[in-house]
């Protein structure tokens, strides 16, 4: 099993950017593609990028292409994810998961944390 712990949320100003990390216990970490996902209010839970397992591939929504970037350090067993230019549509609870490459893409994981709170003002 793999539990993750997001931190790194908060609230910034329209144009502003956040680093949000995810720390995993266990030692199969590097066996997992990791995601970030997020989830705005009344809204459902959403994909917004994906790191392969070994942090060579990745794949964002069309929605935070040239803004967002994840990254992973497998010695360091953590996952992050640099926001730059945040928008306030952007606000959400940010959640990392982890699972196959294939369902994370495909918006599916077999591990999430508890997440964070990311916060856009106008």
């Known amino acids: 099993q793999v539990q993750l712990v997001e931190s790194g949320g908060g609230l910034v100003q329209a144009g502003g950017s956040l680093r949000l990390s995810c720390a995993a216990s266990g030692r199969t970490f590097s066996s997992y593609a990791m995601g970030w996902f997020r989830q705005a209010p009344g809204k459902e839970r959403e994909l917004a990028a994906v790191?392969?397992?070994?942090?060579?591939?990745?794949y964002y929504v069309d929605s935070v292409k040239g803004r967002f970037t994840i990254s992973r350090d497998n010695a360091k067993n953590t996952v992050y994810l640099q926001m730059n230019s945040l928008k306030p549509e952007d606000t959400a609870v940010y959640y990392c998961?982890?699972?196959?490459?294939?369902?994370?893409?495909?918006?599916?994981?077999?591990?999430w944390g508890q997440g964070t709170q990311v916060t856009v003002s106008s």
């Open positions: 790191v392969s397992r070994s942090g060579v591939s990745t």
């Open positions: 998961a982890a699972g196959n490459w294939a369902i994370v893409v495909a918006g599916r994981y077999d591990y």
